[in-house]
């Protein structure tokens, strides 16, 4: 029996986010759940960041937490699934033009704007298209718009360089 093994399963892990500051503690991401990331050469989808403020409903009472406390996850991490199927809205798809097999870019997180899916080319390959629900993206009046693709990840090599290291307050 292996005795290094880390991980059984690598591809649901936590990992540093990019950071936008120089303190993680207080470092302004826009990462949120379900959002796409590009972490050096890893893309994937963010299940759970360390950090985010959550908000819940008791009866006619709303509460505000700082942060989750349900999660381990310190501040500018998150917990990212590198593989998998996923409905996710993605700039210029158009399923008349977009069938299954089209390139899926991710222009990388910046500043306020999370990271963002397009099939024209972004900062980095994240994986193709497979199909499309019947959910829908809505403009910016909140009018259907075009159906939502289901983009399957795909990790690749390029060299990119906004690979984060792991600070000893990580999670």
Known sequence: MATNEVFKYGQWISLPLPLRGD???????PTRNGDPV?????????????GVPVDYTIG????????????????GWASIALCGAWAIPVQDF?????GSGTTVSITAASGSTPGQL???AGDH???????????????????PLRPIPIVNIV???????NAVPDIATGS
Do not use: C, Y
């Open 118 to 120: 397009t099939v024209a």
């Open 94 to 98: 158009d399923p008349a033009v977009h």
């Open 38 to 50: 590009l972490i050096g050469d890893l893309v994937g989808v963010a299940q759970e960041v360390g």
């Open 125 to 143: 390959f994240f994986g193709t298209i497979i199909g499309w629900t019947k959910m829908m993206q809505l403009d910016g009046l909140g009018n």
């Open 155 to 161: 990790q690749t090599l390029t060299g990119v360089v």
């Open 23 to 29: 303190d993680p503690a207080v470092n302004d991401d």
């Open 60 to 75: 006619s009472l709303t509460v505000t937490q700082a942060r989750n406390t349900a999660n381990s996850l310190e501040p």
